[in-house]
């Protein structure tokens, strides 16, 4: 257990929908990352946000979005699904954002648009 | 875009054989790591190798780099059925500050 934690596991929507993704971080870390993982595109960082900030940005969709809390933990949101968009999105999180920081990753979410 | 790039994309060996995965990548990096999924599970970290390291050893884990070639090797030990797994390098070498660049990964299968 990475102490990172993604609700729902599970997420089966239709074309056209908006969906929210969760995601905690492990107690102290301030940064916290999202990567989509699909069959033909691997793994790809979509988005990190360090101490409610966003730090970076990767090959994130403008219909998609993210945001970072206070209390730090994250959602992404998915909006104008398409099928494409099916695939395990993770998040993860690190101490601080320095390039030797370990990411630990959380469970994942499985998102099918049908 | 992908980064680094594993070879072989599928390995099937015995348990107690050892398994060597090798990772190149594009760009100079501060470092590279080595990831560990399991079915449809979370990415574990396995071990983390900077850019002035050869060598870094972890349990039955070995990892080289050779900045040279930009290249990188994972070589586990004595293998277990329970190192069954998807293993990715990673490395930081791209233009959105920390988040790491994946390649799409060494699928390993020991059978006992």
């Known amino acids: 257990d990475s102490g990172v934690t993604q609700t729902p596991k599970h997420l089966i929507t239709a074309t056209g929908q908006r969906v929210t993704l969760r995601c905690s971080p492990r107690?102290?870390?301030?940064?916290v990352y999202w990567y989509q993982q699909s069959l033909d595109q691997g793994l790809q960082f979509l988005i990190q946000?360090?101490?409610?900030?966003?730090?970076a940005k990767g090959n994130i969709l403008e219909r998609f979005s993210a945001q970072q809390f206070p209390d730090l933990h994250s959602e992404l949101n998915l909006s104008s699904l398409e099928l494409g968009d099916s695939a395990l999105y993770f998040c993860?999180?690190?101490?601080?954002?320095?390039?030797?920081?370990?990411?630990?990753f959380g469970p994942g979410t499985r998102l099918t648009v049908l | 875009s992908q980064q680094g790039e594993e070879d072989p994309q599928a390995l099937s060996i015995q348990e107690g054989e050892n398994a060597t995965m090798n990772c190149s990548y594009k760009?100079?990096?501060?470092?590279l790591q080595w990831y560990r999924q399991n079915s449809g599970r979370g990415l574990v970290h396995l071990i983390l190798?900077?850019?002035?390291?050869r060598e870094k050893h972890s349990g039955r884990l070995r990892v080289t780099l050779d900045t040279s070639k930009k290249s990188s090797s994972l070589l586990i030990t004595a293998s277990r059925a329970a190192d069954t797994a998807s293993y990715f390098c990673?490395?930081?070498?791209?233009?959105?500050?920390?988040?790491?660049?994946f390649g799409k990964g060494t699928t390993l299968s020991v059978s006992s």
């Open positions: 946000y360090y101490n409610g900030e966003e730090r």
């Open positions: 993860a999180s690190s101490v601080v954002a320095t390039s030797t920081d370990t990411q630990y």
């Open positions: 990673a490395t930081d070498a791209n233009q959105a500050g920390t988040a790491l660049i």
């Open positions: 107690s102290g870390d301030l940064s």
């Open positions: 760009t100079s990096i501060n470092n």
């Open positions: 190798i900077r850019s002035n390291e």
